[in-house]
Nanobody
Framework: QVQLVESGGGLVQAGESLRLSCAAS????????WAWFRQAPGKQREVVAT???????RYGDSVKGRATISREPAENTVSLQMNSLKPEDTAVYYC????????????????????WGQGTQVTVSS
């Protein structure tokens, strides 16, 4: 059974940076698509970033220019670097993965992903 475990969340001040990591129970190359989503209290889950094998990365409008998703093969993790954090970035951040290939138009949809982590809390104070 695939397990994804996020780490790296915490409490930071506005303007600071965080690096979230998602560790997988099997090699990350087994997955065609990776993504980070987030969900704030009372809000719908939204895409933060997606990464596709031999394909483009995509970012949510609210984080463009401030976020970078990447594979770390040596660590068998997928990371999300978030810079210039804002209070509105406060949310639970989830790592998600999918083994099968899908069309790029679907990679920002939460229902496209088969495997999810338990989430890590990011809180940004003003």
């Amino acid at each position: 059974q695939v397990q994804l475990v996020e780490s790296g969340g915490g409490l930071v001040q506005a303007g600071e940076s965080l690096r979230l990591s998602c560790a997988a129970s099997e090699t990350i190359s087994n997955f065609w698509h990776w993504a980070w989503f987030r969900q704030a209290p009372g809000k719908q889950r939204e895409v933060v970033a997606t990464l596709t094998n031999r394909g483009p990365t995509r970012y949510g409008d609210s984080v463009k220019g401030r976020a970078t998703i990447s594979r770390e093969p040596a660590e068998n993790t997928v990371s999300l670097q978030m810079n210039s954090l804002k209070p509105e970035d406060t949310a639970v951040y989830y790592c998600a993965a999918r083994k099968g290939r899908i069309v790029l138009s679907a990679v920002t949809e939460a229902q496209s992903y088969d495997y999810w982590g338990q989430g890590t809390q990011v809180t940004v104070s003003s």
